[in-house]
């Protein structure tokens, strides 16, 4: 069965402490890694997707890596609207095309 | 450009009413998802569209739950006899093509509560 394992559940960081999320899955035949960030009250928002280990993308303080086992979502000198929860999903494609699974998600508060 | 839209934002309704959610995905997209969020199990995949047809529907009860996308450009969740443990926030997502690679976008969902 296909999982996805997010840690830690909750990150406290002060503004400009960088840290890193992780991501850990077994989705068999990987044919995607997907970040996501969810504001309170709102939708999933869509960061990135990685396609093949060694992969590696950027957006602002964000920074997604993955290796075969893993992913990393590094965040480097966060500000206090980095604050939301981060969500990856694999995808396993094929006949499974669109079944993405979800991990719990992280909590990341970044404080003033 | 619009997003995902859904409706209605909040539902509260007493056990055994039926509910029906409805979602316009963007326009042009091919694909439309709907997911169940709750504290406990996260984001879980309820069924999927794929140019309207039912591609796979393994999350849903069966028993409660039916979807339907009769036009490209819109889709209901309805559940009948709603029960306590339904409450939850529902969302609708879509994407376009046939690559997995997609991005899914998502709506900012119903928060239902059934009492």
């Known amino acids: 069965e296909d999982q996805v394992t997010q840690s830690p559940e909750a990150l406290r960081l002060q503004e400009g402490e960088s840290s890193s999320l992780n991501c850990s899955y077994t989705?068999?035949?990987?044919?995607?890694l997907f970040w996501y960030r969810q504001d309170p009250g709102k939708g999933p928002e869509f960061l990135f997707t990685?396609?093949?280990a060694g992969e590696e993308k950027e957006k602002e303080r964000l920074k997604a890596t993955l290796t075969k086992k893993e992913s990393f979502l590094h965040i480097t000198a966060p500000k206090p609207e980095d604050s939301a929860t981060y969500l990856c999903?694999?995808?396993?494609?094929?006949?499974?095309?669109?079944?993405?699974?979800f991990g719990q998600g992280t909590i990341l508060t970044v404080h003033p | 450009d619009a997003g995902v839209i859904q409706s209605p934002r909040h539902e509260v309704t007493e056990m055994g009413q039926e509910v029906t959610l409805r979602c316009k995905p963007i326009?042009?997209?091919?694909?439309l998802f709907w997911y169940r969020q709750t504290m406990m199990q996260g984001l879980e995949l309820l069924v999927y569209?794929?140019?309207?047809?039912?591609?796979?529907d393994s999350g849903m009860p069966k028993d409660r739950f039916s979807a339907k996308m009769p036009n490209a450009s819109f889709s209901t969740l309805k559940i009948q006899p709603s029960e306590p443990r339904d409450s939850a926030v529902y969302f609708c997502?879509?994407?376009?093509?046939?690559?997995?690679?997609?991005?899914?976008?998502f709506g900012d969902g119903t928060r239902l509560s059934i009492l």
């Open positions: 997502a879509s994407s376009w093509g046939q690559a997995s690679n997609q991005p899914q976008h």
């Open positions: 989705v068999s035949g990987l044919r995607g």
């Open positions: 990685l396609y093949s």
């Open positions: 999903a694999g995808n396993a494609g094929g006949t499974s095309y669109g079944k993405l699974t």
């Open positions: 326009s042009g997209h091919d694909y």
């Open positions: 569209f794929n140019n309207k047809a039912v591609m796979d």
